[in-house]
């Protein structure tokens, strides 16, 4: 499956932002869906999955009660809606794709390339 990221832009702390990610070759329903971040001089860290499809989705704490991952199947696209930003929010944003649930990014296959989220203070 080939994934590409996009939606990333320049954000005033306390705006919104929603990030798109759209899947070709293969639905999203085959995978493990999730989004990560790296910010400068950091490693990539965890966001949010869905770990089943249909299923429940988990979520950092660091983001958990702003941000909110979902799918639209019909679409194949994952979406990442990002509320509340935070100075501490900017960060590359990547969408990623496997067979079995992690928070650890070495254990998704599938990789977009990533988009640049900045929040301004």
């Known amino acids: 499956v080939q994934l590409q990221a996009y939606g990333g832009g320049l954000v005033q702390a306390g705006g919104s932002l929603r990030l798109s990610c759209a899947a070709s070759?293969?639905?999203?329903?085959?995978?493990?869906v999730g989004w990560f971040r790296q910010a400068p001089g950091r490693e990539r860290e965890f966001v949010a999955a869905?770990?089943?499809?249909?299923?429940?989705?988990v979520y950092a704490d660091s983001v958990k009660g702003r941000f909110t991952i979902s799918t639209n199947n019909a679409k194949n696209t994952m979406y990442l809606q990002m509320n509340s930003l935070e100075a501490d929010d900017t960060a590359v944003y990547y969408c990623?794709?496997?067979?079995?649930?992690?928070?650890?990014?070495?254990?998704?296959?599938?990789w977009g390339r990533g988009t640049l989220v900045t929040v301004s203070s």
């Open positions: 990623a794709a496997g067979f079995s649930y992690s928070e650890h990014s070495n254990n998704y296959d599938y």
């Open positions: 070759g293969r639905t999203f329903s085959n995978y493990v």
């Open positions: 869905i770990p089943r499809f249909g299923g429940s989705t």
